[in-house]
């Protein structure tokens, strides 16, 4: 008998994705300059969106229990500054597409 495995909805769907990218945005890295000051930042964005943009929050999280936050863009954009965060991160977005909470 064929068992069907039911994920928590869109947000696990966003997280995957976002994650991924993550990652793919570290193996793009290659050191470099910074900024005015010699201090360089990093920053994890994307897109929240199943189809259509999500309006909520986007929280990331490292493995110390640190976390920030940032309001999803009307486009479903974000960006989170994880300059001093350590890695690794578990990504989650919370909000509503088209009205239905995720």
Excluded: E, H
């Excluded at 193996?27 to 910074?34: E, I, L, N, R, S």
């Amino acid at each position: 008998m064929k068992q069907r495995i039911k994920w928590k909805g869109a947000g696990f769907t966003i997280a995957v994705l976002c994650l991924l990218s993550y990652g793919l945005m570290l193996a793009g890295c290659g050191g470099g300059g910074g900024g005015a000051n010699g201090v360089s930042s990093q920053v994890v964005s994307g897109v929240a969106a199943t189809g259509t943009p999500m309006a909520g929050q986007v929280t990331i999280k490292n493995a110390a229990n640190m976390a920030r936050s940032t309001v999803i863009g009307s486009d479903g954009s974000f960006a989170l500054d994880v300059t001093g965060m350590t890695g690794p991160y578990l990504l989650q977005a919370t909000g509503n597409v088209n009205g239905v909470m995720n």
